[in-house]
């Protein structure tokens, strides 16, 4: 038989290794807590355009991963209840007020997330059907496994529960694996870091020790509900650039307070 002309001749090629898959994220699903002094920048009050961005940049760069993101937002930039509350105005007014500055907050960040090229959903506590969707439980985990950001809006719905206290609650709710408690400091000290220059970070702490040390991680609501329920919390810096990525990859950011 006569051999094939050379253009038919098969060359067996070298199979083609594939590059390393990318390290898979520590987290699956986070219910993250945002501050809404977060949203100031270096502003005195309100919402700041470019610091917003940013954090959705942050936000964005997780959800590539495959993490599925909840996000409580307080609304200290636009309203404190305790601060109503402390010059006289009736509490459970003042937190409703509150409340509702956490829904400013909320269509502010979805906004800027929608633009972003991110889906996200704004899910209310307290009825307020024309401006945004009243937060139930399963279209919640519907969103989040669709890969749709959720933003939970005016706290718990009630007064006298601070946001941490819903970020807790909503944490245990969606059956996050963890809670992320985005500040000023990259994570939680010995002392304050601004005033003592020998204070140092802790990397991880229980709950318990935390407590007895008088560490202020939450307020004591939202911290013996994460304990009760035994949902981690990691404080870290949101000024960071990359910190949120790192936390959800499982380095060495910020602290983690455990069970």
């Given at each position: ?138 279209k919640a ?8 950001v959720v ?109």
């Amino acid at each position: 038989m006569l051999p094939l002309p050379s253009r038919y001749t098969w060359r067996l090629s070298t199979p083609r290794t594939d590059p390393e898959s990318p390290p898979m994220p520590a987290h699956q699903r986070i219910l993250l807590k945002l501050s809404g002094e977060a949203l100031m920048g270096d502003d005195a009050f309100g919402i700041n355009r470019a610091t917003i961005v940013r954090i959705v940049d942050e936000i964005a760069d997780v959800t590539r991963l495959g993490v599925q993101v909840a996000i409580v937002i307080g609304g200290g930039n636009i309203f404190r209840g305790v601060a109503g509350g402390s010059v006289g105005m009736d509490r459970a007014t003042a937190d409703y007020m509150g409340m509702l500055a956490t829904v400013m907050n909320s269509l502010a960040l979805a906004d800027t997330m929608n633009k972003a090229g991110l889906v996200a959903r704004v899910m209310s506590a307290i009825g307020i059907e024309q401006v945004v969707e009243p937060y139930v439980r399963p279209k919640a985990l519907q969103y989040l496994e669709e890969g749709k950001v959720v933003v939970f809006a005016a706290g718990t719905g009630n007064p006298f529960f601070t946001t941490d206290t819903a970020a807790a609650l909503r944490g245990a709710e969606i059956g996050a694996e963890i809670v992320l408690k985005a500040t000023k400091v990259d994570g939680v000290y010995t002392a304050d870091p601004n005033k003592d220059p020998t204070a140092t970070r802790y990397t991880s702490i229980s709950f318990d020790e935390a407590m007895a040390r008088n560490l202020q991680v939450m307020d004591a609501t939202a911290f013996a509900l994460c304990r009760d329920q035994k949902l981690p919390v990691r404080v870290f810096s949101i000024f960071k650039p990359g910190a949120l990525r790192n936390v959800v990859m499982g380095a060495d950011e910020g602290t983690l307070v455990h069970v």
